[in-house]
Nanobody
């Protein structure tokens, strides 16, 4: 069983930045497909971004394109989500998700049911 751990959430003003990090307890996420979903109060869980550790173009939700960047930290074996130009509607609990090899195809990224491992979530609040 893989235990996913997110970190880096918090409170930030509109226009500010935060960086989330995703790892796995007792191991790295090297070789996995890693993604992020979020869920705001009263709303369904939605896809944010995903990327294969082994390479290939990342995928982003339209609502975060140009503002969020997913990238890997090879030294730490973690995957990061850099969030810039944050807006109040980015407020949500952000979940890191992992899927082991064989790797997910890109079209499968968007459905929560396709991901094997979920973190507990980290709160991101964008407010003045």
């Amino acid at each position: 069983q893989v235990q996913v751990a997110e970190s880096g959430g918090g409170l930030v003003q509109p226009g500010g930045s935060l960086r989330l990090s995703c790892g796995a307890s007792g191991r790295t996420v090297v070789g996995y497909t890693v993604g992020w979903f979020r869920q705001a109060p009263g709303k369904e869980r939605e896809f944010v971004a995903a990327m294969r550790w082994t390479g290939g173009a990342p995928a982003y939700a339209d609502s975060v394109k140009g503002r969020f960047t997913i990238s890997k930290d090879s030294a730490k074996g973690t995957m990061n989500l850099q969030m810039n130009s944050l807006r109040p509607d980015d407020t949500a609990v952000y979940f890191c998700v992992l899927d082991p090899p064989p790797l997910l195809i890109r079209s499968s990224y968007y459905a929560p049911a396709n991901w094997d491992y979920w973190g507990q979530g980290t709160q991101v609040t964008v407010s003045s």
